[in-house]
């Protein structure tokens, strides 16, 4: 891929010093010489902040959506500083720098990325998650490596154990933060951050400063730079939305209807539930048209081949619960469908943004029926604009869909880290596995027992938990 993730920047730095090539921010020839096997000519505008200043030693908290360019970085300065300083030579369980990351997917991926832009470099990665054997993993560690890339309930399990320690640990980087407190991390995050030395460089990256991100960050950072990446507005401004009001019972229909009509090559369905993603799975492949799910369910193994095979085009529809598809890169996907509105309306956003990456164009339709009014209000709101309605003759629904409401400006949040009441952070009791989740006695398919643990979950701060940390280094 060789467009530049099309984002604009905002930071202390003035716009016009932002670097126009690789080379001028830093990077040995070894990192630059594979930034050019991969393609890429020009930093994005997140690169061209994040790199200087992390290979300069800074701390950094950066606001920006998977689809930025935010991977490369922070993987590139990463390896830039750990290659440049040999001599610290990793001990056995040890590692020099941890990501720690949401999802087993998204921990894969930036393992991917560590590989490609570090394979001239003579450093170790590896990268942990639940739902496969613990075993290998710990063997992978034995030796010490430079970069694990790890999510949080699996980490905690190996550091339990003995597995991996941080006594050399040089850099900590925190990616999707907000995405891990949604997902009910925070204690976990707190303990791993306690395990750390206090003495080291750490990044914070999330897709937007929530004032909940704000009170993390405030335990964890040291004077960072702050980087915002208008991700959300360009993705919302190259995304084609649009919705159709269809009854309940003849979503499948309408789906099936329009990927044969428009002849669609790959398409991205969410659906709700796990249940609803294996049931759509099935009334697609019975059409002639080939699908796989990917959900919390599903063993690591066939979540990686569904993704494969969707890449490749072996496989047309790929049907997602949002948390196993947080994180999914895929260059050039052209289509998104909501075929159930997410309850938690951030998730539209970030659904639609697995779609016009990178400077791309693309499409996202949603299928509304007469109940999902409120979460369409919602999600109307977030996005601070009206949703284009469609009317498909053949589909037109008995059930009708009520009117949207006039958009009112969005209010600023309040933190919910140190709130006292006992509420989930929905209050519609989502019922989603949750990805880097202990294993132990939920490690078979990582799912937690009841809606009610789930919610428990989302409260740490009102458990008597740990109180936030003083800023430290
Ligand atoms: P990320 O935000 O890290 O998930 O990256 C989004 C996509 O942009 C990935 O497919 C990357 O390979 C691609 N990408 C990252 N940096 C660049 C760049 N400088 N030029 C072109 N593509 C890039």
């Known amino acids: 891929?060789?467009?530049?993730?099309?984002?604009?920047?905002?930071?202390?730095?003035?716009?016009?010093?932002?670097?126009?090539?690789?080379?001028?921010?830093?990077?040995?020839?070894?990192?630059?010489?594979?930034?050019?096997?991969?393609?890429?000519?020009?930093?994005?505008?997140?690169?061209?902040?994040?790199?200087?200043?992390?290979?300069?030693?800074?701390?950094?908290?950066?606001?920006?959506?998977?689809?930025?360019?935010?991977?490369?970085?922070?993987?590139?300065?990463?390896?830039?500083?750990?290659?440049?300083?040999?001599?610290?030579?990793?001990?056995?369980?040890?590692?020099?720098?941890?990501?720690?990351?949401?999802?087993?997917?998204?921990?894969?991926?930036?393992?991917?990325?560590?590989?490609?832009?570090?394979?001239?470099?003579?450093?170790?990665?590896?990268?942990?998650?639940?739902?496969?054997?613990?075993?290998?993993?710990?063997?992978?560690?034995?030796?010490?490596?430079?970069?694990?890339?790890?999510?949080p309930g699996r980490l905690l399990d190996l550091y339990n154990q003995n597995a991996v320690r941080f006594s050399q640990l040089e850099v900590f980087i925190l990616d999707e933060a907000d995405r891990m407190l949604d997902m009910g991390f925070l204690r976990d995050i707190k303990k791993v951050i306690s395990a750390l030395p206090r003495s080291r460089q750490n990044l914070l990256f999330s897709a937007t400063f929530s004032p909940d991100i704000r009170a993390l960050a405030k335990t964890l950072v040291n004077n960072p730079l702050e980087i915002s990446v208008n991700a959300e507005n360009s993705t919302a401004e190259k995304v084609t939305q649009w919705l159709t009001a269809v009854d309940k019972k003849r979503k499948a229909d309408v789906l099936i209807h329009l990927i044969k009509e428009n002849n669609w090559q790959q398409a991205l369905v969410f659906t709700k539930t796990k249940h609803g993603a294996n049931k759509l799975t099935k009334q697609l492949d019975a059409e002639g048209i080939t699908a796989a799910a990917i959900h919390g369910n599903k063993s690591q193994g066939a979540r990686t081949r569904a993704l494969a095979e969707f890449k490749d085009g072996s496989v047309r529809v790929l049907v997602a619960t949002d948390i196993a598809a947080r994180g999914i890169d895929i260059d050039l996907l052209p289509q998104v469908v909501n075929f159930d509105l997410p309850n938690v309306p951030e998730d539209y956003v970030h659904r639609i943004g697995r779609t016009a990456r990178a400077g791309n164009t693309g499409q996202a339709l949603s299928l509304v029926c007469a109940d999902e009014l409120e979460l369409l209000w919602d999600i109307e709101h977030v996005i601070q604009q009206h949703i284009e309605r469609k009317v498909l003759d053949n589909f037109v629904p008995v059930n009708t869909l009520g009117n949207s409401r006039p958009i009112r400006p969005l209010k600023p949040k309040k933190s919910k880290l140190f709130k006292k009441s006992g509420k989930s952070n929905d209050g519609r009791g989502k019922v989603e596995h949750k990805d880097g989740q202990r294993s132990g006695s939920n490690a078979n398919g990582n799912k937690p027992k009841t809606p009610n643990d789930q919610a428990r979950r989302k409260q740490p701060e009102n458990n008597g938990g740990p109180k936030p940390r003083r800023p430290r280094r």
Request: overall charge positive.
């Open 1 to 151: 891929m060789s467009n530049t993730p099309n984002t604009s920047a905002e930071s202390s730095l003035p716009k016009e010093n932002f670097a126009e090539t690789f080379s001028e921010l830093g990077l040995s020839e070894a990192i630059l010489k594979a930034v050019t096997d991969k393609g890429y000519t020009k930093p994005s505008p997140i690169q061209a902040q994040a790199i200087p200043a992390v290979i300069s030693g800074r701390d950094v908290m950066a606001a920006a959506q998977t689809g930025t360019g935010k991977t490369a970085g922070f993987t590139l300065p990463l390896l830039q500083r750990l290659s440049s300083s040999k001599s610290n030579k990793v001990s056995s369980n040890n590692v020099r720098a941890l990501i720690l990351t949401p999802t087993r997917e998204l921990a894969a991926q930036i393992s991917e990325s560590i590989e490609t832009y570090g394979k001239y470099l003579n450093l170790h990665s590896t990268v942990v998650f639940g739902g496969v054997k613990i075993n290998p993993q710990m063997m992978r560690l034995r030796q010490g490596v430079d970069v694990l890339v790890a999510t």
